[in-house]
Structure formats: C-alpha cells, structure tokens
C-alpha cells in the first residue's frame, strides 16, 4: 500500500492567492483528517470526515479555509485567500472503523505564504 | 488549548540509556495513544493503549496509563540514534468518535 497521499509537498505562495492541498487516503480508510502543525500551536485538527461526510469542522479557523471530500479516494483542502499566518505543515491522515483506531499520516504539505 | 501535555518538552540521552515521557490529559479517554515524528515527516503511530488496560509493551516500548491520575507513559529501552525525533501523546474521547487530540510533544534527542 503507498499510505497516504499528499500533494503539493511544498507549496509557496504569495499574499492572497488561493492555495489547494490535496489528498488520497489509504484505500478502505473510512476517515480522513486535515491537521495543521505550527511550532506555536502545535498539530492542530482542522476538519474530519466520516464516509466522505464532515463530521467536525470546528477547528477551521476562519472561513478562508475550506475542505471537501467528492469521493472516497480524495479530498481538498483550500485556502482563499491566504495569508501569511497561514504558513505551515498541512497533514492529511486516514484511519478505519474497523482497525485499530490509530492514523496513518502523510508526509505533509509544507505551506509558505509571502 | 491542547488535551495532551508532553513532559519534558525536550530530552537528551545517551545512545543505550532509557527515555522516559509522560503525558497528562484532562478528560475521559477511549484510548490513548503515542507517535512518532521524524524532522520534516508525518507522524507515525507507535502504540495504542485503552481506557482499561494499565500496561502495554511493544519491542522496546512500555507504555503505561493511570486513568485515575489521567496520565501516561513512554519508556524506550535501549535508546538509538534513530529513535531521535518527536513523540506526542492523543487522546480518543469517550465517545469514541475516532477524533484525536494531540499533546505538545516531547522533542528527544539520543547522543551518539
């Protein structure tokens, strides 16, 4: 299995351009998560989803963020406009029901918004 | 602010001596659970233990959990250069809604 997906692996981007993260969850995974990690506030859940439905999204911070899922092997996660203080690494990750509870990680999406 | 709080924030070791990292939560916990963070890479998960269980091993990993104390532990045995990186503590709610909330996250760096 490739694990978890993610695309760009780094993204840099000027002030008030839209930003698109992308991600591909492990097949069969029934959840998918977006984390934000900042060495202020630590790793942060943004936004989950449940079969492709969100469940929590009360860790977006502003209505600049947004998230969708279309399908099962991928979602997105979008930033319009950026801002600086939106700079950090952007974690997508996918877990089963029916496994162990634990995540399986992607190896991040490295934002810097100039 | 964060469920979980790593303690100490950093740790440096020499390369076959014990690490040992203590998490502290504040609500009721399903299961509570450590990572692994390399620099620059995603979090790997090292090993889960539930709400009623007090003690888990895992190779070189012991972890241990006082749900009376809402506390845990990480002891790595025979530390190695490789195990340097950053471990954090989550927490899965009661409601078991597969929802984690991590720790701050201890930095440990094992001398060679």
Request: with cysteine.
């Amino acid at each position: 299995d490739a694990g978890v997906i993610q695309s760009p692996r780094h993204e840099v981007t000027e002030m008030g351009q839209e930003v698109t993260l992308r991600c591909k969850p492990i097949s069969g995974h029934d959840y998918l998560f977006w984390y934000r990690q900042t060495m202020m506030r630590g790793l942060e859940l943004l936004i989950y989803f449940n079969n492709n439905v969100p469940i929590d999204d009360s860790g977006m911070p502003e209505d600049r963020f947004s998230a969708k899922m279309p399908n099962a092997s991928f979602s997105t996660l979008k930033i319009q406009p950026s801002e600086p203080r939106d700079s950090a690494v952007y974690f997508c990750a996918s877990s089963s029901s029916s496994g162990g509870n634990e995540q399986f990680f992607g190896p991040g999406t490295r934002l810097t918004v100039l | 602010s964060q469920q979980g709080e790593e303690d100490p924030q950093a740790l440096s070791i020499q390369e076959g001596e014990n690490a040992t990292m203590n998490c502290s939560y504040k609500t009721s916990i399903n299961n509570l659970q450590w990572y692994r963070q390399n620099s620059g890479r995603g979090l790997v998960h090292l090993i889960l233990i539930r709400s009623n269980e007090r003690e888990k091993h895992s190779g070189r990993l012991r972890v241990t959990l006082d749900t009376s104390k809402k506390s845990s532990s990480l002891l790595i045995t025979a530390s190695r250069a490789a195990d340097t990186a950053s471990y954090f503590c989550a927490t899965e709610g009661d409601f078991g809604n597969e929802k984690l909330t991590f720790g701050t996250g201890t930095r440990l760096t094992i001398i060679p």
